[in-house]
């Protein structure tokens, strides 16, 4: 008797909801949720909706719709009506798998120069953001090169074969604060099988940068000492994840900043190729440190609460 | 507030879907279709001379998760900022044309051009051929701004390539002096190569789709012209003669922006 109401009711819809409704209107009715405990037997009937009416034969078919409208019996192929497409609403995203809003991220990284053919500048990173909203958070980062620097054979054979001494620079430190967006997310099944999340995300920040030259025009007279300039970061990346708050990361930054250079010509007069006010090439150069990022995020708290059912 | 704990994916996984596929209705964007691709390319980390490469490429998938088809592309080029510091340093204001006594004219007479660095000397890849293998692993979806919905899918390729290069001609002791300004011309050559990479792609609609691809090209070339390998301990220095020892293995990278259109245009739908 109780299948018998639930098919009426869904008779009902069928007739009641434009089967043309689209995707993502969240106002609509959203899905069929098996979990949901089934309805009680009595419930308050508002006015003006159709009376359940049993029938003395127990009879459970389009003898009780006759009941209720009458103009609607001929009408009605519970068959094909139960046959139709539904075209039923599925959200693209139900619930955001690994939900952001309200929890630390701590992301450890490797980072690579990508654009610098002279000298590189490998080192460990760390990032810590807070997730104001899902997709809005702000943080720290800092990268790591004191001792990690290297020269590349390709500076040694350019200023050999060309006799061209091009100026070169390494990195200390490098800190900034952050503001990071996250515009899109998403999900892929693997070979038709598994499924995995992901979002992109782009940052950018500002902060100081910690360089000195290295001394290649007169290295006899030449030292040079780590100096901090100002930095402005801007990056972007995708991030995979594993679970609920472990996700691998790549991303690519470029931290912007004012460079002071190795002066190219060197004073004839001993005493003055000594003075250090000469060492430094007049001016700055606008440089572009661009890295690729490799490392894991963890988001904390491990677990939460969805704020709605699903 | 209603709450509920953070289980979505595992009462999928226990529950009336227990046993599902992962995904139904699945929009088969690729199987039995040809996929025409215009693009264009950018080669990436580049020392001398950069390149963009508008292409092509047409690939048949036989299956959604499975082609074969060909990429290719002409390679048109311009200086990077070194190579225009060295043109002005090295070539321009010292003048080795009028002054070849000058010491460093003299030094650099083997590996300088007197005049253009990027017409005389500098390698360049003139164009790609290359058939390749196509698989889809993964395909999803993306939500953005939680807005706009899009169909997604990521691919790998790996082929071999056919690349038309021009490199400085050979020069040296057994032929044209090095020195001589005769040598300072380029010569083709056909490098075969590796290519590989992967791509993400986007699909608006169920004939017409976007995507960025990274492409991997790794071979050996002589992308400056100068003298650097072939004499000494190990070969490691310069032998005053420009051949197949000056080639240096590099992991040519490029990065390509396509536009993707499917045929017929009508896409299957899985059951």
Request: proline share 7%.
């Amino acid at each position: 008797m109780n299948q018998a109401r639930v098919g009426l009711f869904v008779a009902a819809a069928l007739l009641a909801v434009p089967l043309t409704a689209s995707a993502q209107q969240p106002q609509q009715p959203k899905e069929i949720n098996l979990d949901e405990p089934e309805a009680p037997e009595e419930t308050e009937t508002p006015a003006g909706a159709p009376v359940d009416v049993p029938t003395e034969e127990g009879d459970s078919g389009l003898g009780d719709i006759c009941k209720i409208d009458p103009a609607a019996c001929p009408s009605i192929d519970m068959d094909k009506a139960a046959a139709r497409d539904l075209k039923e609403e599925v959200y693209a995203v139900q619930q955001i798998y690994a939900l952001r809003r309200h929890r630390f991220e701590v992301n450890p990284y490797w980072a690579v120069t990508m654009n610098d053919q002279f000298a590189g500048h490998p080192g460990p990173g760390l990032a810590v953001n807070w997730y104001i909203t899902n997709v809005l958070a702000v943080g720290v980062n800092g990268n790591f090169y004191a001792g990690l620097n290297s020269v590349s054979d390709f500076n040694f054979q350019t200023s050999r074969a060309a006799r061209v001494g091009q100026p070169i620079t390494e990195y200390a430190w490098n800190a900034n604060a952050n503001f990071t967006y996250v515009p899109a997310y998403g999900k892929f099944a693997g070979f038709g099988d598994f499924i995995f999340h992901y979002d992109f995300y782009v940052v950018g920040g500002v902060g100081a940068i910690s360089t000195r030259p290295i001394a290649v025009v007169d290295p006899d007279n030449r030292t040079f000492n780590f100096e901090p300039k100002i930095s402005f970061r801007l990056g972007g990346g995708l991030r995979i994840f594993f679970n609920r708050w472990f996700a691998a990361m790549l991303e690519v930054s470029d931290y912007i900043f004012f460079d002071k250079l190795e002066n190219p010509s060197i004073p004839q007069v001993r005493e003055q190729a000594q003075n250090p006010d000469t060492w430094l090439a007049e001016g700055t150069n606008f440089t572009n440190n661009v890295q690729a990022q490799v490392g894991i995020s963890i988001f904390l708290p491990f677990t939460w609460e969805y704020r709605l059912p699903k | 507030m209603a709450t509920s704990p953070a289980e979505a994916q595992e009462i999928q996984l226990t529950g009336p879907l227990a046993g599902a596929p992962a995904v139904r209705k699945l929009r088969l964007y690729r199987e039995g279709r040809l996929e025409l691709s215009p693009s264009v390319s950018f080669t990436l980390l580049d020392e001398y001379q950069r390149t963009i490469m508008p292409g092509l490429r047409a690939t048949y998938h036989f299956t959604d998760w499975l082609g074969v088809g060909v990429w290719g592309g002409y390679g048109i080029q311009y200086t990077t900022n070194l190579t225009d510091e060295l043109q002005e340093k090295a070539i321009d204001n010292r003048d080795c044309s009028n002054r070849g006594f000058d010491k460093a004219c003299r030094l650099t007479a083997g590996n300088l051009t007197r005049g253009n660095l990027a017409e005389d000397q500098l390698g360049r890849m003139q164009w790609v051929a290359a058939p390749q293998l196509t698989f889809i692993p993964f395909r999803g979806k993306l939500a953005l701004f939680a807005e706009l919905f899009v169909d997604t899918d990521v691919n790998i390729f790996v082929g071999p390539a056919f690349v038309g290069l021009q490199e400085r001609r050979e020069c040296g002791p057994s032929g044209t002096a090095c020195s001589d300004p005769e040598s300072f011309q380029l010569e083709s050559r056909l490098a075969v190569a590796p290519t590989f990479g992967l791509g993400l792609n986007f699909y608006p609609t169920s004939f017409f789709g976007f995507g960025v691809e990274y492409r991997g090209l790794p071979f050996a070339w002589n992308t400056s012209g100068f003298d650097n390998y072939g004499g000494g301990p190990n070969q490691d220095f310069p032998d005053t003669a420009v051949n197949g020892d000056d080639r240096q293995f590099f992991f040519n990278s490029l990065l390509t922006l396509n536009l993707t259109f499917f045929l017929p245009t009508k896409v299957k739908i899985q059951d």
